[in-house]
């Protein structure tokens, strides 16, 4: 039987289109090296942090900047193939920032974080608890869109479909818990640049705004 006009046009919709892996990898390894970049100039080339520092505690840095990144990126498309698997690339690295980030937990690192006793201030309690709930959510909204796509058979479905302004919310209050301390002093600023906190706090709150627009609008992406 001879397919119709329509038919061939769903099928080459662009909405339904599966990413290439060229997309994919330019928007992966174009975060990633953006990122790392920015994080060693900063940290290390015009801060204070030592080379030595750079395969851990500049790389967590780099992770949480792309993977945020990557999910904001992945608001921008309308194509739910092409928002899961940006989405699936973010929330990995935002894991891998857990992961680096409970490795590096210690006042060496991070000494505002702590009291003389050696505990959590309120600052550090708050960013550590909303990234952990955000890391929470995130998984659950990546084992929803999983187990969605096994269901329906298909290669539709957004990995931030509904859950995606609680995760970004989370995001933000992590990010302000973290650095909002800092974000006013330009002048304490390594080599003027500001805090990787305030950029992902700056894309999170973009992407919310986005999300916020009317369906009529955020359709043109």
Same mark, same amino acid.
């Given at each position: 039987?001879?397919?119709?006009? *329509?038919?061939?046009?769903?099928? @080459? @919709? ?8 060229? =997309?994919?990898?330019?928007? %992966?390894?174009?975060? $990633?090296?953006?990122?790392?970049? &920015? ?22 840095? !780099? ?13 921008? &498309? ?16 935002? /894991? ?7 490795? *590096?937990?210690?006042?060496? &690192? #991070?000494?505002?974080? #702590? /009291?003389?006793?050696?505990? #959590? /201030? ?25 187990? +969605?796509?096994?269901? !329906?058979?298909? !290669? ?10 609680? %995760?970004?919310? $989370? @995001? ?19 080599? @003027? ?6 950029? +992902? =706090?700056? $894309?999170? $709150?973009?992407? *919310?705004?986005?999300? +916020? ?7 043109? +992406?």
């Amino acid at each position: 039987m001879n397919q119709t006009p *329509l038919s061939n046009a769903a099928e @080459s @919709s662009p909405v339904q289109a599966a990413p290439s892996n060229r =997309f994919l990898g330019a928007w %992966v390894v174009g975060a $990633l090296v953006a990122a790392s970049g &920015y994080a060693t100039l900063r940290y290390v080339v015009l801060g204070p942090v030592a080379w030595q520092q750079l395969p851990l505690y500049v790389a967590n840095k !780099s992770f949480a900047l792309a993977g945020l990144v990557l999910l904001v990126a992945a608001q921008c &498309y309308r194509a739910p193939a092409v928002r899961r698997r940006l989405g699936c690339w973010g929330a990995a690295l935002v /894991t891998a920032h857990l992961a680096a980030s409970v490795v *590096l937990l210690q006042p060496g &690192y #991070f000494p505002g974080w #702590f /009291t003389p006793q050696g505990q #959590f /201030t309120p600052a550090a309690g708050l960013a550590l608890l909303s990234g952990v709930l955000a890391a929470v959510a995130l998984a659950a909204l990546w084992l929803v869109s999983l187990l +969605g796509r096994e269901g !329906s058979g298909s !290669s539709g479905g957004s990995l931030l479909l509904g859950g995606g302004s609680l %995760v970004l919310g $989370l @995001s933000a209050l992590h990010l302000v818990s973290m650095g909002a301390s800092g974000w006013l002093t330009p002048s304490r600023w390594h080599g @003027s640049l500001p805090p990787i906190t305030l950029l +992902g =706090f700056l $894309l999170v $709150l973009g992407a *919310l705004l986005w999300r +916020g627009l009317p369906a009529r609008l955020r359709r043109r +992406g």
